[in-house]
Every structure is written in C-alpha cells, then in structure tokens.
C-alpha cells in the first residue's frame, strides 16, 4: 500500500522509528495495514534486512495475513531465505527451542504435548480420577508458567491443602515433561524467556539477529510474553506494539492490562500514536460501541468514528424465553437474506456461553439455515487425527511416551494394559523411555514371548519409518506409514460404516494437509510433527461455506460480519456472573474485561446490529425466572429503544420457512 492510502495517524505510525511505538489501534482501524505497511517501509525505504524483522501475533491466520498483505506491499523479493519472521509468539517459541535445543536441555525432535496429554500426566500426579479437578489444576499450572513461577516456587508461595497439592503435582508434571523430551504450550514462551534471561551469549546473538520487532495485539501478552519481548527488543529497543486497551478480554488466561501501561514506565521515550477511524462499522454501532466502553477506566482515551455514514439503527429486542429468542433470530436471518440480497455467510450470531448454541442451532435448522459453529472440537482434536499424529511424534521423538502408547495401541496390536505396564515400571527402572525399554535385555524375562513380540516387531516398525523419515520426503513416508498400520481397514472393522467412513475422510483430509504445508513451507517431518502440537490450538481450518457463524464472543475477536446478533445480552450471562463472588478488587476486575468483551461483540458488526435479552432462560430443563436485561444496553444508550417484536400468530408458526419467504415476497411486491 502506497504512503497515500494511509490516513495521517496510519502514515505516522509507519515512519516512525526513532523511538519505540505504541500504536493504539482501535477495533476497525486497519491495524494489520499499518503493520504490513511498516514492514514494507523498513525494507523497502530504511534498508532494513528482511530476515532481520520479525513481526509477531497470536494466530496462524493473523501471520498469514500478515505475509499476504507484505508480499503485495514490499517492492524488494522476500521469498526464501529473504522472508521477515512472519510468526505466532508460540511458532517462534518453537524456532527458538530448535534452534537453542541445547540450552533447553532438549533434542531438536522434542515434542509438543497437546492439553489433552498434558491432562493425563497431571491426572497421574495427582493420582486422582476426577478429571474436573485435573483440569482446575492445569488452568492453574498454565497460570504459574505465563506468570514465570516455577514448580519450586509454587510449592513456596501456596497455602491451603488444594494449593499445595496443585503446585506438588507442577513439580512432578514438570519433571515428567523433562523425562519425556516434551514441552507444553506455556514452555514455548517460558523456556525461551528462562534461557535469554540466564545466557548472555545467546541473547546478543538473538538481539543481533531481530533487529527490528512488530508486536501485534500487545493487550493480549501475558508476563511470560512481555519478558520475551523485553529481552528480544534489547537496549536497542527498535520495536512497533500495536493493541488496544479497549478490547483485552483474556484475562482468564494470564493476559494483563498491566504490560500497556508497563510500556510506558519501561520505554521512557515511548511514542504513542492512536488510530480511531474505523473502517469497518456504520457510525451507529461505533456510537453504541463508544458509549459501552466509556464506562471504563482508560489507560488511553480514544473515540471511534467512521465515514462509512449512519447505516441502520441497532436494535433491541425483549424475548419471553431463550427458545422465542433462538426462533426471531433464525426467522429475522431468513428475512434479512432475501431483503439484502445477501449471503448466509453475511450473519454471525454472538454468545458469551457455548450452552447458548444448542438452541441456536435447532431454530436454524428448523429454518433450513446452514451454519457453522465456532469453539466446537477442533478439527487437530478429532480422535482419529491424533491418532495418526502419535505417530509422527513417535518418529521425530522417541522418548514420547504418551505418543508410544497411543501409537502402539491403535490399531490394536493385543497388547493389553498389563504388558504396558511391567513395561512402564521396566523404563522406570532404567530411566530409558518405553520404546527404548522393550528392547533391554531385561524385558524378556518380565514378560512373557507372546507379549514381548508384538511390542519389538512395532519398536522394529518405528525404527525403519524413523530411518527413512530423515530421507525421504514427508508425502512418502505417510502414505506409506498409513498403508502400512491399515488404519482405515482397522476403521471399518471396529465402526459403524457411516461412522467410520466419516473418521477415514479426516484421516484424508489430515493427511492432505500435513502434504500441503511440508510442501509450501519447506518443512520437514520434524518440523510438522511440532507444527501439529500448535495447530489445534492456533490454527483451526478456513471455512468459506455460505453459512451462518455461531460462536462465542472470546472467538470471533478479529472477525467480522455485514449483520451480527448478539443473543443474551442480560444480567448473570453478560455481564457473567462468575468470578464477581471474589474479592472487590478482582470483581472489579473481572466486571471490567465484561464490558470490553461486550465492547468487542459490537464491534464485530459493519452494517448492522440487533441485540436480544430474555426474562426467562433454561438451566437445565428448569426455567430462571426474572432475568433484566443487560446494564450494557443502557449503557449503549438504548435502554429506551427496547423493542418487543409481536409474537407470531398462530398461522405463522404453522407456515414453513418456505412459505414465510414467499409471504415476505408478496409483502414486498406490494410496498
């Protein structure tokens, strides 16, 4: 994009280099313009090495977008080995660890644990069954590593019988991380934090090496990721942050407000540059919008505005129940449809609770409406892609343990429990991994000729992959590594045809993928097996069916839509009720990052926006009766405009959607 189709504040945001600089980019304002656009002046214009600057986010999509927008803009190649560090914080956090492997204490085949092996481990250190006590306790782990306690730390600082136990099993979960050659998704930043803050020689080299940093969606770093940033940036302090105060909403997960305003006392001569013009939503929405957030404190005061003129009123409307909520909204989408012309995909119904969607989505199939869900199981999580993933760990790593008996249990290869677990305590014993285990001397006099064979023929089936892995390419070995475990036979035989074939299609739908990206990236098979770990957690699938969007509000951040919905908008579910029993301070807190999500459900809409609240709402097969409509409507300034759409009659409810398009039509002809 040429200098010219920046706006003023757009254009200072790019040229500025003489000190570090805070960009407040405001929901719309064209955040990722200024971003690429600054990237394609310091190539460019400033002579800056295009390996030299690395421009960091939080998702996949966002770092794509990121390289597609820099390969349109930059005049100078950036192909190969000439490409800026386009990359996700925990991408890099991978690149580093592999590339600092020794440092870490790991081999460059290290594994990433996905959360649900992550969960097993710490179930086993608590030595408990409960897998909603196990989870507390992995919420609270991943907290202690982006705050940067370590397991002795915790163990210190925790009071309480329920604390300790959870810092007690940190200690043992990350010792057994340590054993297995495995990180989690925390030590992706933790670990590169520990070994900078600790080596001088490699924090030169990697300050050397980064010369120049674009950060985006700064409120969202965590204390781990500030650290990192800190001592990536170096005394040199050449880095552009952009964010916006207005829409940090992941509280929950470690992020903190606190690292914007830190920005300030840690670069004295940081430079603030605001961008309010918003380029996405009628100047309606962006009034409701200004007037929630205003209600907060501000670390930085900013108003949105837009050019794109008033467009349509936001509305408001009071529904008897969540089932009368679902129904409006499904019938008002197949109206909106045919009235604007517009595509299904054009609408986004938004919720704070995934519980909302269950009822979503029947109104809309009882429309005959296609839609997707958000939030739902991610495609990486399926059970027959992980599956074929343990594999591919397996070969890059084999002191995976978790990856060695998911692997050599499916498909089935009669090897029970039992025979996994003399094996297990074998391991133990000599301090080797499972794999390593079956092959020791010992292991033939603790199991039984039936039970060894099986397990070596698989240790001899592993080692000849992991040979022509290093050789050959990535599309090779797993087409033949699939043929040769006859996962889809063993489908078909142990599930329901549909079923199965359904699981297959995944399989093919996986396996193309892996394909794909070894092939456009130039990776190999080390490199997608750690890529694997972090995109079920990063990346998900594009989805560009025509379809209406369901999805929380925490997830469609960054997205937007012609026409959004947002559905219960009431007291106890937005703002929610949890987390407003704790302490003042913290309810305060917690009410505060209500609101900004609010803020960022609004702000998801371009043309239009309607908002329903429910006096009634299901809690199981139970009614709650007397629920108020959210304070955020009065806050938007329409406590005034709640509108009550009439009940259908009787003869409407009986007409299909069909019908009721066709009555919609007739009805127009005639106006």
Known sequence: MTSAALNPAQREAVRHLETPCLVLAGAGSGKTRVIASKLAYLIDECGVAAPSIAAITFTNKAAREMLERARTLVQTPIEGRRKPLISTFHALGVHFLRTEAQAAA??????????????????????????????????????????????????????????????????????????YQAVDFDDLIRLPVRILERDLEVRERWQRRLRYLLIDEVQDTNAAQYAWLRLLAGPLTHFTAVGDDDQSIYGWRGATLDNLQRLGTDYPTLKVIKLEQNYRSCQHILNAANQVIRANPKLFEKTLWSELGPGDPVLVSACEDDEEEAERIAVRISAMKFERRARFADFAVLY?????????????????????????????????????????????????????????????????????????????????????????????????????????????????????????????VIDDLLAAIAYRDWLFDNEPDRQASQRWQNVCEFVDWIKRRA????????????????????????DDSDAVRLSTLHAAKGLEWPHVFLAGVEEGLLPSSVGLEDDAADAIVRFEEERRLMYVGITRAQRSLQVSWCRQRSRGRERVAEREPSRFIAEMGLDRALEKTPDLSPEQKAQTPQERIAALQALLRKS
Request: glycine fraction near 6%; hydrophobic fraction near 45%.
């Open 519 to 542: 092939e456009e990236d130039g990776r190999n098979l080390l490199e997608m097996a750690q890529l694997m770990a972090l995109a079920s957690r990063l990346d998900g699938r594009e």
């Open 106 to 179: 790991l081999k460059p085949g290290f594994s990433i644990f996905a959360a649900d092996d992550s969960l097993g481990v710490i179930t086993q250190a608590l030595g408990t069954t409960d897998r909603v006590l196990a989870r507390a306790v992995q919420s609270q782990i991943s907290l202690w590593k982006n705050g940067l306690i370590e397991p002795d730390e915790a163990v210190a600082r925790s009071t309480g019988d329920r604390d300790q136990a959870a810092a007690r099993a940190y200690r043992e979960y990350a010792a057994t991380l340590s054993a």
């Open 352 to 476: 704070r609770s995934n519980q909302q969607a269950r009822l979503l989505e029947q109104a809309l199939r009882k429309q005959h409406i296609p839609y997707t869900v958000t939030g739902g199981t991610s495609f990486f999580e399926r059970t027959e892609v992980r599956d074929l993933a343990a594999y591919l760990r397996l070969l890059v790593n084999d002191d995976d343990d978790p990856a060695f008996i998911r692997a050599v249990t499916t498909p089935r290869r009669g090897i029970g429990a039992a025979t996994l677990e003399t094996l297990g305590a074998l391991a133990g014993e000599r301090q080797c991994s499972l794999l390593a285990a079956l092959f020791e001397t010992a292991a033939e006099s603790r199991l039984a000729a039936r039970q060894l064979a099986p397990l070596r023929e698989f240790g001899a089936f592993i080692h000849r992959f992991t040979w022509r892995a290093e050789r050959e390419t990535v599309a090779v």
